[in-house]
């Protein structure tokens, strides 16, 4: 993978144990690294992070209100099943909000972020003729995606995007073996990239609608 797109498994210094357990779990739970249905164990998950249940818990809690863990009395606690139902629901709304959040990352994002964005164009450009999994190009698009929601510079249409990127994610993932390749779908993130970064609000809310809506149809496909 290039420098230019960090790994998904990466926390950013400063977060407290419980953040830093709650990105943890979470990308694992997207990435199905965590199987539906498998359960949440906090005290295995501690020893694992070598840190106290407590965070764990907090963590759990969380992740809880992201609808990827669920909690039942003297049962315990585990990773929620995919549900395909919900991919008309959650592609409707990120058909909404995916080419407002590209919209506003066009005309919101600093030089710093106009720049960071075209070094991970260029990063999406270097990967064609590569031979990355698909496992590996879907953190590229959870990554990308979090990009542009972070330059949109609203944190609150930053929140929302990303839980529902998150359901998606999952769907993606949990289809991934009968895709016949991601590889178009993630080359696609390279021209939205330069888009922003460009400042063309325009052409920038077109291609992510065209991209949320590419992603149902491939999926549509295989059911």
């Known amino acids: 993978m290039s420098a230019a797109l960090e790994a998904l498994e990466s926390v950013p210094q400063g ?3 419980a953040e830093n357990a709650y990105l943890l779990l979470r990308d694992r739970l997207i990435m199905l690294d965590i199987k539906p249905g498998d359960p949440i164990n ?4 501690a020893a694992e992070l ?3 249940r407590t965070p764990v818990r907090e963590a759990i809690k969380r992740l809880e209100s992201d609808h990827l863990v669920v909690s039942y ?3 315990g606690t585990f990773a929620t099943g995919v549900d395909i ?11 909404l909000l995916e080419p407002l959040a590209s919209r506003k990352a066009a005309r919101m994002a600093s030089p710093a972020m106009r720049s960071e964005l075209r070094s991970v164009a260029d990063a999406i450009r270097d990967l064609e003729g590569q031979d990355n999994s698909s496992q590996e190009l ?3 698009d959870i990554q990308v995606h979090r990009l542009i929601y ?9 929140d929302v995007l990303i839980r529902y990127d998150n ?12 895709m016949p390749s991601v590889s178009g779908h993630i080359s696609e993130h390279a021209e939205l990239l330069t888009a922003i970064a460009d400042g063309d609000e325009d052409r920038a809310a077109e291609l992510a609608l065209h991209h949320v809506v590419s992603f149902e149809e491939t999926i549509r496909k295989v059911l």
């Open 15 to 17: 977060t407290s144990l």
């Open 42 to 45: 906090d005290g295995q998950i």
């Open 50 to 52: 070598g840190i106290g």
């Open 73 to 75: 009395p003297r049962r």
């Open 85 to 95: 139902t919900q991919l008309a629901e959650v592609s409707e709304i990120r058909e």
């Open 138 to 140: 879907m953190r590229y």
């Open 150 to 158: 972070k330059a949109s510079a609203n944190a609150h249409l930053e």
């Open 167 to 178: 359901l998606a994610t999952r769907i993606w993932c949990h289809m991934l073996e009968k």
